[in-house]
């Protein structure tokens, strides 16, 4: 029996959730389908087909995943009501009337609540899916009966029982509505109860329903309630605790983090580059590659984890064979475009990528459910939940007030208690998930002092980032201050092409404000093997240095080079060859060099079983300062070619965005272009597909159905039935005739229209 508003006015509406879309313009169809992607995948044929897949369980569950607290609650008050009109569910709701009306519009434009002839009603399998406590914003009563007492009757039978009664109902309704009668008579009137559960039911507060069990129904627990479904407000989301953060310092450490962070991608790719780090068989980065990683980054292993990990989600690490044909990782050829940015467009790329890459670079070294240790890299470390868990805690970080971060110690539980109250059927693991997301936000520059600087906001916005880090960062300078230690400071941060030209004649010896760079014999001859002589590197320290340039440096180069190419290596297998024949008896007797198998065979000579790139490197380390010589004498220095893989394709979120809205144009014509021919079909349903849309319509709409099915011995029948829930590829219906539930396989029905 229908309810009608507090005017008495029967209620406008549609007589199917398949009218209701079809009354929609083609933009709230479009709008559903990006809110509810799986209902576009693949293209509905028809609007019924779209009504089908948008009631069905698995769909319903994802969607009232994305709800807040207050906005669950809303919809359990739907439920719990059955039927209803937006005047009683705002009365209903402990909450703001115009925060129950905005939810409604949600809902209605979620499809997960309809406006059927009778009132707003809820989809049949969102009831199934309203699972948890009030912590979930799910209330714990019931629907109300097919009795349609009101709630103000229903309290004045509340109040006039006894005591007892009234105690032991209260306690039913606070454990989820249902008691068992156990030696409870049920069926006596008013008068006749020796007992307060017999009391209860025969005022019909109790109603029996099969199995021994006793129910609540909802406008009991209402009456109970003093009317709501909830003694507390639903919609106050918990406060976040903040604590005093001077704008200026905030920011300022924010960016220098977001220069930190650019700056070690940038230095363990070239690394990786000319020295690559051995990948798992199984995938991922060793234990031991990333431990050298942190070392060579000055890191800790946690630290070195999110600069890879954060590296391959902007595409610019990937794995490629070596010469033995073992993968490695190295810098992708992306690295070289994204070396070509500046320091804020570089943090940009990094903190896109971060935003929206599932990667767990927290749990790097921790056990997995298996015992074993997880790995960076490793393709089963991520989270679904992980991207809008990351956007989630930067929003809420974003709303502090002017001056104000997350405070310290209590700010975090704070935070997670928001989070809980914003996405409460969201797993478990969301402490760990929020905590790890303000973590790694402040390695990165993403917030500084857990509060948001404002190039962020723009990030979160969809705005350009670049502008407001770009404003912050120091400019970059072309010079540095040679000193008589052999040593130079920069004084801020370098051009591109000087930091990497400094990088190769020296060595880094300490970061910060002013970086600085030591001048050793090893740095000289790196610069000498990459193909520059003597003059160039005078020339290159004369022009970057704004001090002359100290005598003891123009010693040390004037050194290394009369000591570089003293030692020639050619195939013999390989050989060695040098004027000095103190230096090759010297080498000889090396007590490192005996597994080189060098034997002298003139007194300039040396032949070696070993090849001549694997030597090369060799006699560097013991610290000689060897070149390669071609067959026709004549000496080979210059640069090592980097390694380079092929980026893999990224998903940019503006085109993963103007992609989902084509998706979703698409699938409103295919719709349209659906209905147009659904016109021209007779309205019996005789596929599978149409089958199940028009069983699953019966079931919104609580109406008989006349079946064609198909029995285990191939005999066709008819049965007029009344659809309950379609799960699993079986219908259950209730038989008209006899009240039981039956069960059908859902391919076993060929035709289903409505019961005549």
Partial sequence: MGRTGNDGAQRSGHRSLADQLRSWPAERVAQLLTDRPD???????????????????????????????????????????????????????????????????????????????????????????????????????????????????????????????????????????????????????????????????????????????LVAPGEVGLAVRGGRTTTTPVDVPPDIAWSERPVRLATSAAAGAAAEAVRHVEQLLEWWGHRPAAALRTGGLGVRELRSAGEHLGLDNGGAALVVETASAAGLVATRADVDGNPVWVPTDAFDSWMELDVAGRWAVLARAWLASPRLPSLVGERGPDGKTWNALTPELSSGVLPETKRMVLTELARAPEGSGLATGTGLASLVARLAWLRPRRPRTRADLAAWAVGEAGRLGLTGLDAVPSYTRDLLAGADPVPALAALLPDPVDHVLIQADLTAVAPGPLLPDIARSLHLVADVESRGAATVYRFTPASIRRALDAGWSAAETHAFLESVSRTPVPQPLSYLVDDAVRSFGRLRVGVAESFVRSDDEAALAELVHHPRAAALGLRRIAPTVLVSTTPPDILLPRLRELGVAPVAEASDGTVRVGVVEPLRARAPKQRVAAAEEARAAAHAAAAVRALEEGEEAARSRPATASSPANALSALRDAIERRADVLIAYTDDRGVVGERTVRPVRVEGGRLTALDPSDGEERSFPVHRIGRVTPSP
Avoid: K
């Fill in 39 to 213: 209902l576009a995948t693949p293209a509905p044929h028809d609007f019924g087909q779209l009504a089908s897949r948008a009631a069905s369980r698995s769909s319903v569950a994802r969607a009232i995943d994305i709800l807040s607290r207050g906005e669950v609650s809303v919809l359990d008050a739907l439920v719990v009501a059955v039927e209803t009109t937006r005047t009683e569910i705002a009365q209903t709701v402990y909450a703001d009337p115009s925060f129950v009306g905005a939810t409604v519009d949600r809902l209605l434009d979620l499809a997960l609540v309809w406006e059927s002839t009778e009132g707003l009603r809820p989809l049949s399998a969102v009831a199934d899916c309203l699972t948890g406590g009030t912590e979930s914003g799910v209330s714990g009563l019931r629907p109300r009966s097919a009795e349609n007492r009101s709630v103000a009757r229903t309290a004045e039978l509340v109040a006039s029982v006894s005591p007892g009664a009234r105690r032991l109902l209260e306690h039913v309704v606070a454990e989820g509505g249902t008691a068992t009668a156990g030696s409870a008579r049920v069926g006596i009137s008013p008068g006749d109860e020796t007992s307060p559960a017999e009391e209860l039911i025969a005022h019909r507060l109790l109603l029996p329903s099969g199995d021994g069990l």
